[in-house]
T-cell receptor, first 112, second 112 residues
C-alpha cells in the first residue's frame, strides 16, 4: 500500500554516466515534486509538476530533466553525472498547491 | 532570498520530558507551515502542519504554534518517547507558490 514509491533505492554509478530515477504515486494527486537532500541533510526542491505540466524549476543544471508521462508518474533523468550529484533524491506528491506533501522513501545516488 | 532558520540543530532530552524546536521564516507572504519527521534511511513524514489563519494546532503529544507578526513557529513534543528520536524539519510555503523552503533540521535524541 505504498503511497509514493521510488526506484531504485540505491544507485551507484561512475562520473559521466546517464541514469534515471522513477517515481510513482497511487494517491490520485495532481502535483508531484523532486527534492534533493545533500550530505548535510539540507532538503531543497528541484522541480514540481502539476498534471504533467512543469510548474517549478529551481536553478538546477539542465543535465537534470524531469519527465511526467502521466500524473501518477514523475521520473528524473540525469545526464553526464558529476561527483556533486551524489545525494538522496526524494519524490513527493500533493493534491495541489499549498496542500500537504507526501514523500517517497528516497533514492541514494552515489557518483564515483 | 527566502529563508527558514531552525534551532537547535541537536536536542537531547530524557524520556518523558518536553522538546521544543523553533523556526523563523523570512517571507511575510508565507501562509502554510508543515513539520516533518525523518527517521534514518527513510523519507520525511508529515507529522503536523498549520496555516496562517490559526495560532496553534494540537495532535495528541504534538503541537505547533505560529506567531505571524514575529514570523516564528515552533514544534512542541510532550512526554517524549525513544521512538520520537529522529531529525525534524520545519518548512514554510513561499507566497502563492507551491514551493516549500525547509529549515536545516533538528536531530532529536530521547534517552530512556
Amino acid at each position: 500500500d505504498t503511497a509514493v514509491s521510488q526506484t531504485p533505492k540505491y544507485l551507484v554509478t561512475q562520473m559521466g554516466n546517464d541514469k534515471s530515477i522513477k517515481c510513482e504515486q497511487n494517491l490520485g494527486h495532481d502535483t508531484m515534486y523532486w527534492y534533493k537532500q545533500d550530505s548535510k541533510k539540507f532538503l531543497k526542491i528541484m522541480f514540481s509538476y502539476n498534471n504533467k505540466e512543469l510548474i517549478i524549476n529551481e536553478t538546477v543544471p539542465n543535465r537534470f530533466s524531469p519527465k511526467s508521462p502521466d500524473k501518477a508518474h514523475l521520473n528524473l533523468h540525469i545526464n553526464s553525472l558529476e561527483l556533486g550529484d551524489s545525494a538522496v533524491y526524494f519524490c513527493a506528491s500533493s493534491k495541489g498547491q499549498g496542500m500537504k506533501q507526501y514523500f517517497g522513501p528516497g533514492t541514494r545516488l552515489t557518483v564515483t | 532570498g527566502e529563508n527558514v532558520e531552525q534551532h537547535p540543530s541537536t536536542l537531547s532530552v530524557q524520556e518523558g520530558d518536553s522538546a521544543v524546536i523553533k523556526c523563523t521564516y523570512s517571507d511575510s507572504a508565507s501562509n502554510y507551515f508543515p513539520w516533518y519527521k525523518q527517521e534514518l534511511g527513510k523519507g520525511p513524514q508529515l507529522i503536523i502542519d498549520i496555516r496562517s489563519n490559526v495560532g496553534e494546532k494540537k495532535d495528541q503529544r504534538i503541537a505547533v504554534t505560529l506567531n505571524k507578526t514575529a514570523k516564528h513557529f515552533s514544534l512542541h513534543i510532550t512526554e517524549t518517547q525513544p521512538e520520537d528520536s529522529a531529525v525534524y524539519f520545519c518548512a514554510a510555503q513561499i507566497g502563492d507558490t507551491d514551493k516549500l523552503i525547509f529549515g536545516t533540521g533538528t536531530r532529536l535524541q530521547v534517552f530512556p
